[in-house]
């Protein structure tokens, strides 16, 4: 994956003046473009679009020092006006085109990445391999921003709306692994950008073709092998952690990758007050 990464941002300085076709780049280097912009915005901190238009930015702020034209060097890299390219421009740099062309600045630079391999895994990941039929998810859906570090407060009001029985209802509906109630993440941003919607369900997951009550949204998932990963401890933390290592130790040293298709956190077990808990997360994932 480190020199898949690494072949990407090559590409990516050679397209600065044009569109990169990031799936045909992933299917090139034997992947896919799902699990190169989840593996990128998950290693760099940053989405493989945000990266692409920090260069093209940091480049074309060294050609606006110059005497160029400006809807020239706007329309050099991809924009077809001076006043959509002033915004991106001003999005980088904080300041616009004309500001920096007369005073020189200021200019925030975004670096060329470069991806490393670096001695980490001493902590083991406690993973198993799960291929599953097809089955359904059902359960209580809404739609909620991303936010990668603490707890979702929008998830939290989405659960605290339902009525305690609901809980034990939905509860005793499980029939399929996954067991018991399970927190599901779908329709997630490829580039999973903070700030994106996707869809949570809080419910349970039946076998495939299971009747449904008609207040309950479903989930189809299909049948496919999953990557599962049990955490212990404070909550969210050691789970959010355990996000983070399957990108940076976990799918680097093993042979899969992602899989479109919802994340998973079923909840074993939890403090009275949710302080702590042990959880699995399943992540859908193929043969690399």
């Known amino acids: 994956m480190i020199v898949t990464l690494n072949r990407v941002v090559e590409v990516v300085e050679e397209h600065l003046a044009d569109d990169l076709d990031v799936a045909a780049l992933a299917r090139s280097l034997g992947t896919t473009e799902y699990h190169v912009r989840r593996m990128f915005s998950a290693l760099a901190g940053m989405p493989l679009s945000e990266y692409v238009r920090r260069r093209r930015m940091t480049v074309a702020a060294a050609d606006l020092l110059g005497d160029g034209d400006l809807l020239g060097i706007a329309v050099r890299y991809g924009y077809g006006s001076t006043e ?50 097809a089955f359904r998810l059902i359960g209580h859906a809404a739609r909620v921003p991303l936010i990668h570090e603490g707890a979702n407060p929008h998830i939290q009001a989405h659960i605290a709306g339902l009525p305690a029985s609901e809980h034990v209802r939905l509860k005793e509906l499980s029939s ?67 996000w983070a290592a399957t990108a940076t130790d976990w799918f680097p040293s093993n042979p899969w990758r ?31």
């Open 84 to 133: 959509a390219f002033g915004r991106a421009f001003r999005s980088v740099h904080g300041a616009g085109p004309a500001d920096v062309r007369r005073d020189g600045g200021p200019l925030r630079s975004q670096p060329q990445l470069r991806f490393r391999l670096t001695v980490e895994g001493n902590t083991p990941m406690d993973t198993r391999i799960a291929e599953r039929p």
């Open 176 to 242: 399929t692994e996954p067991a018991g109630l399970l927190q599901v993440s779908a329709d997630v941003d490829p580039d999973y950008t903070e700030g994106t919607e996707l869809t949570y369900l809080h419910g349970v997951a039946v076998a495939a073709g299971e009747v449904v009550a008609d207040d309950l949204d479903v989930i189809e998932v299909p049948a496919g092998t999953w990557a599962v990963f049990r955490t212990e401890g404070p909550y969210p933390a050691a789970l959010q952690a355990a």
């Open 258 to 288: 992602l899989r479109p298709g919802p994340s998973l956190v079923a909840v074993l077990d939890r403090a009275p007050d949710f302080s702590t808990a042990t959880c699995e997360l399943w992540l859908p994932v193929e043969r690399d």
